[in-house]
Antibody, heavy 119, light 110 residues
């Protein structure tokens, strides 16, 4: 059973960098698939942030690309998100997830973690 | 603004059937598989349908998916109160180079 768990600060100050880590269990990241992040502002819909392959190849949402870094640490079976220069608009529940097939489906999701950006 | 268009809400009585539409363009739904997700209140989304009409293990056959051209549809039969949730469609957009989701549809089982 593949499981994902987000970890990181729940409160970030405006203009600082949001950092989250996703720990995967039940499957080796090196085994394949893209791994990524999706966020959901309170009361709103889903927004795809980006994905990374175990070899380091990435796909980023162009609207976030200038502020975004997704990295992978296969030895720890983890991948991470860094979003710089955050504003209150970045306040959301952040989900880590596994892309199951060519970016057309997300088959495993973390439980999500709320990150609030304070002004 | 979402790139895929869904109705904000749908409702039906227990035991009835409901469909949720998802409208896109030739650069997303028109060229790629569509998936559907169920998000129960306070929980993470869960994959319901992938590759337009396939169900992951454990998803009952009350849930079905279809696609035609640049639109997709989720169908739910034998509605139960436990089906009350937000439902999202999603796919890849070849022109934008992003995964796009619909804005979500809130299902109420009256």
């Amino acid at each position: 059973q593949v499981q994902l768990q987000e970890s990181g600060p729940g409160l970030v100050k405006s203009s600082e960098t949001l950092s989250l880590t996703c720990t995967v269990s039940g499957y080796s990241i090196s085994g394949g698939y893209y791994w990524g992040w999706i966020r959901q502002p309170p009361g709103k819909g889903l927004e795809w942030i980006g994905t990374i392959f175990h070899s380091g190849g990435t796909y980023y949402n162009p609207s976030l690309k200038s502020r975004l870094t997704i990295s992978v640490e296969t030895s720890k079976n983890q991948f991470s998100l860094k979003l710089s220069s955050v504003t209150v608009a970045d306040t959301a529940v952040y989900y880590c997830a596994r892309d199951g097939q060519g970016h057309t489906m997300v088959d495993y999701w973390g439980q999500g973690t709320l990150v609030t950006v304070s002004s | 603004q979402s790139m895929l268009t869904q109705p904000p809400s749908v409702s039906a009585a227990p035991g009835q059937k409901v469909t949720i539409s998802c409208s896109g363009t030739s650069s997303n739904i028109g060229k790629n598989y569509v998936s559907w997700y169920q998000q129960l209140p306070g929980t993470a989304p869960k994959l319901l349908i992938y590759e337009n009409n396939k169900r992951p293990s454990g998803i009952p056959d009350r849930f079905s998916g279809s696609k035609s051209g640049t639109s997709a549809t989720l169908g739910i039969t034998g509605l139960q109160t436990g089906d009350e949730a937000d439902y999202y469609c999603g796919t890849w957009d070849n022109s934008l180079g992003v995964v796009v989701f619909g804005g979500g549809t809130k299902l109420t089982v009256l």
